[in-house]
């Protein structure tokens, strides 16, 4: 793993909660290797074999990206896998074009696609337990971001989420609001944030590659009045967001800049395959 300075310095919170700062890791480490320096703990209860061969599957996975690869663009939205705004889009283009050829194409994971590549199942037990719902919800998106780039036929997909949060203050004419009028004058100051983070799974075994994480360099700022505050607010986390976008995607650059370098290392080295 390496962990790079953050581009843009912050604190990201949300999707795999993996990240304690902004910036970037990757992995380029061999499942077979760190199995065979892996000992079972053995002991008589049922349990620790059972938690010994989950351990066992989870690692059980072998990075096998090579560039240029087709990787695909999952963004998570509220309700799960979602398109990705016009201003995220124009981000994800030019650091293609910085990236160039060499490293392949960038591919968006269509919602609809994806929703007639998942298999209708069953409905998911109910959690009372709120983190467990968002657990449970959160691998379900992840199972459907991976069948929705299988069948777009990607190599590995970059799955992002951005947050936004806003501010309001009052500003010196917050004392007309006093009055009738007061409530049509710009008596609020709004001011967002915006922060985002990504990782990049390979579609077909689901190994880690890297995850990736910024934050907005300046908050986003909006006068407003009181009437209308709460659109302004939802505006200015929107800007908010598509500028974290904008920092993530140059910590996504050095991500891949890092990865397809310690992968050739390792398979020059004969580490990998």
Not at 4 to 11: T, V
Not at 119 to 130: I, L, Y
Not at 254 to 263: F, I, Q, W
Request: glycine share 10%; aromatic share 6%.
């Amino acid at each position: 793993m390496q962990n790079l300075p953050c581009l843009k310095a912050g604190l990201a919170l949300g999707l795999v909660v993996l990240l304690a700062a902004c910036g970037h890791h990757v992995q380029a480490t061999s499942g077979s290797d760190y199995l065979a320096a892996y000992k079972t703990t053995g002991g008589d209860a049922g349990q620790s074999a059972a938690t010994d061969a989950e351990i066992a599957a989870a690692a059980k996975v072998e990075p096998q990206l090579r560039f240029p690869a087709r990787i695909g663009l999952a963004r998570i939205g509220g309700d799960g896998l979602a398109p990705v705004p016009a201003a995220e889009a124009e981000a994800w283009k030019a650091l293609a074009g910085r990236l160039g050829p060499g490293y392949g194409d960038f591919v968006p994971v269509s919602p609809l696609i994806a929703a007639l590549a998942t298999p209708v199942s069953a409905a998911a037990p109910v959690h009372r337990d709120p983190f467990s719902r968002y657990r449970k919800s959160l691998a379900q998106v992840v199972r459907e971001i991976r069948l929705g780039a299988a069948r777009q036929h990607l190599d590995a997909v970059l799955i992002y989420e951005t947050f936004g949060t806003s501010e309001e203050t009052s500003n010196p004419l917050a004392v007309t609001k006093l009055a009738l009028i007061g409530f049509f004058l710009p008596t609020e100051d709004v001011a967002a944030k915006g922060s985002a983070q990504a990782v990049l799974v390979d579609v077909r075994n689901g190994y880690t590659y890297g995850l990736a994480s910024a934050v907005a360099e300046q908050p986003v700022r909006r006068i407003t009045t009181a009437g209308n505050s709460r659109a302004v607010g939802q505006s200015a986390q929107e800007q908010a967001r598509a500028n974290a976008t904008l920092a993530l995607t140059g910590e996504v650059e050095a991500m891949l800049r890092d990865l397809r370098l310690a992968l050739a290392e390792g398979r020059a080295a004969g580490r990998l395959r």
